[in-house]
């Protein structure tokens, strides 16, 4: 199976920038594509990002021009570069991985204040 560990996160100002790391190990030939999503209070979880194996990559509307995701392949990691942050960029971030079973990070809380 594939276990996934995030960093980063906290607490920003609006305008401002984080980086959110998700280092996957286990079997990790078997991950399709690896993202983050983000789920606000009473909100539904929503893609922010992903990127396949083969490089390509998804953005939600509300981040295209201002997150950037990208992936160490030599450390099996995945990077989520987020600039201009916005209030409404708030919200527990997840790592996932597509893989069987499809697995999740524990979750990251980022918060920007206006």
């Keep these: 199976q594939v276990q996934l560990v995030e960093s980063g996160g906290g607490l920003v100002q609006a305008g401002g920038s984080l980086r959110l790391s998700c280092a996957a190990s286990g079997s990790i030939f078997s991950i399709s594509r690896m993202g983050w999503y983000r789920q606000a209070p009473g909100e539904q979880r929503e893609l922010v990002a992903d990127i396949s194996a083969g490089g390509g ?12 995701i990208s992936r160490d392949n030599a450390k099996n990691t995945v990077y989520l570069q987020m600039n201009s942050l916005k209030p409404e960029d708030t919200a527990v971030y997840y790592c996932n991985a597509k893989t069987y ?8 809380l980022v918060t920007v204040s206006s």
């Design 57 to 68: 990559t998804r953005y939600a509307d509300s981040v295209k021009g201002r997150f950037t």
């Design 101 to 108: 079973p499809e697995r999740w990070g524990q979750g990251t």
